[in-house]
T-cell receptor, first 114, second 114 residues
């Protein structure tokens, strides 16, 4: 089975720009979650998509938005980038309904905002 | 806001030594997971504990969930250089909406010296 893949692996942007990060979920998984991991910290929940709808959101402003496509792949969009948005962005896929979900994480996209 | 505190933040030990990493919260979680993350990679799930007082073993790793389901520990026996990595605990809860989200601790960076 294919794992979770994210692109690009690294990205450099300047303050005020917009960015789109992409994630392909593991085969058979219909739920995608996005997390932000700042340097030296644990990941923080941004939001989750299930059946192309956002079904949960963490404490992130509206300039963080997402999409999920019929093939369950997903995008994370961040508008008006700020310096503090520099972080590793992780995508995780899962298949709910099996009790406690097991998340499979991708290797992440390292975003640097200058 | 649910928080998970991990201690110690950094740990450097010699091969063959034992160690314990702690994860504490003032909140009750429906389950708690432990992940290991290596540089440039996403976290990889090691174990999920669900029942208060539960103990799970994974080779030289022993995981315990506190009776009140607010804290957990990870004990490694006879550590090896291959155990080096960032160990993260994560509590599972329901976010706004219906998404099951993980709240991560800030991690324990373990270095095992040969």
């Amino acid at each position: 089975e294919t794992g979770v893949t994210q692109s690009p692996t690294h990205l450099i942007k300047t303050r005020g720009q917009q960015v789109t990060l992409r994630c392909s979920s593991q085969s058979g998984h219909n739920t995608v979650s996005w997390y932000q991991q700042a340097l030296g910290q644990g990941p923080q929940f941004i939001f989750q998509y299930y059946r192309e709808e956002e079904n949960g959101r963490g404490n992130f402003p509206p300039r963080f938005s997402g999409l999920q496509f019929p093939n369950y792949s997903s995008e994370l969009n961040v508008n008006a980038l700020e310096l503090d948005d520099s972080a590793l962005y992780l995508c995780a896929s899962s298949s709910p309904g099996a009790g406690n979900e097991k998340l499979f994480f991708g290797s992440g996209t390292q975003l640097s905002v200058l | 806001t649910q928080l998970l505190e991990q201690s110690p933040q950094f740990l450097s030990i010699q091969e063959g030594e034992n160690l314990t990493v702690y994860c504490n919260s003032s909140s009750v979680f429906s389950s708690l997971q432990w992940y290991r993350q290596e540089p440039g990679e996403g976290p990889v799930l090691l174990v999920t504990v669900v029942t208060g007082g539960e103990v799970k073993k994974l080779k030289r790793l022993t995981f315990q969930f506190g009776d009140a389901r607010k804290d957990s520990s990870l004990h490694i026996t006879a550590a090896q250089p291959g155990d080096t990595g960032l160990y993260l605990c994560a509590g599972s809860s329901i976010s706004s909406g219906s998404a099951r989200q993980l709240t991560f601790g800030s991690g324990t960076q373990l270095t095992v010296l040969p």
